[in-house]
């Protein structure tokens, strides 16, 4: 279990239980936090896109070819920034107690 | 007295009768003419349904029938529109080549469908006025192109008096005949085993049989050239056989010639062994296919490891070229 602190699209702050194992999408989409996660981990969607705090981002496992080309993707429509992740291909473990991480706008 | 042999007493009881895959190859699928601009049609051949369509264009298209979205069967309500077929259930269209070309309400194209083909679609080409698709169980490119047949493609040839009978067997045990001089003999009442040489090459395999009375070559399993001739005078069997289950197969052949003046020598002769390609023919004591291979075909096992003695033809170098064609596990490859 790992604490993961979530600011929403309205700007509010949440510390949400995240259980070791799931990938963060399903725990920012059953928090009703605004991530809708249609596509269920494929990275064919991109309605889980969040902003991870800089400092955490270094920390993931980088982003991988079918997550960069999505991310490409929803540059039309969204901004993405260089610490930009599809929620769903963050799996939640416990060094990630204490992340920050925004829910990025709807695509 | 040593211990009796009882293997080869009782393996047939474990022996299957078409441990076959489905092979590598280009397949005649239908003709030309039987598929009209926007058209759909389920078929089922190569061991499941396929959707085959003409687009407005006039390319056929031939793929898997379930829609990569949500799984819907395009062959029940899907529509031709423009170059695509058309998914009834969201009206997802693709292409020809398999390609997701249209998804009417999403914002975003999912990457991987701007990346590569997303419906599995046979490559296809219309040739001799038929259509053919390219079988690989792993979606492989073609490996080869299918060949020149100036007899179905040029003129100056009869119109090809076609016939087509469904086998319950696979195609390997079809074309397998071919190649067992000694059955000729026997099953179909020829005078002789007539001498043959056969030779193997890539996909192509050759035989000349009798001196030259039958010379053809093999195309991959799916396509087969036979040149029959007698006094100087040639007549064509073009041979496409495709499977239909692992069990089942359908045989298709067309039979042509020069188009030799009515009334002619040269007409009688050509005639007479197209008539003696397929069945009985005056004048002839041996009979076609289609009076007496069935009956085997449709019964028979398939021995992997025949019992065979110094008259047989070439079956075991025959084997081994149509094991080209096959791409399975090993176990699988074991049986065959």
Redesign the interface.
Known sequence: MAEVHVTDRDGNVSAVDAPGGRPLMEVLRDANLGVEGI?GG?????TCHVYVDPQWAERLPPAGE?EQ??L???K??VDVRPTSRLSCQITVDDSLAGMTVEIAPE? | MGAINTKILLESKDLERCPFPIPVGWFFVDFSENLQTSEIRNIEILGQEWVLFRNEGGKVGMTDPYCPHLGAHMGHGGKVVGDNLRCPFHHWEYNTEGWCKNIPYGKITPPIVKKQAILRALPVVERYGMIWAWYHPECEAPQWELPAIPELEEPGHVKPRRGSWPVNTAIQEIAENGVDFAHLKFLHGSPAIPPAEVSFDGHISSVNMANGYIVGKGYGPGLNVFHFTQEGVTATMVSYSVPITAEKSQMNMSFTHKDFPEGSRELAIAKKLVDHMIGQAEGEESAGFESVDFIVWNHKKYRPNPLLCDGDGPIVQYRKWFKQFYVADPETLAKI
């Open positions: 596509c494929a990275c064919s969607c991109g079918d080309m999505m490409d993707a929803i039309e429509f695509v």
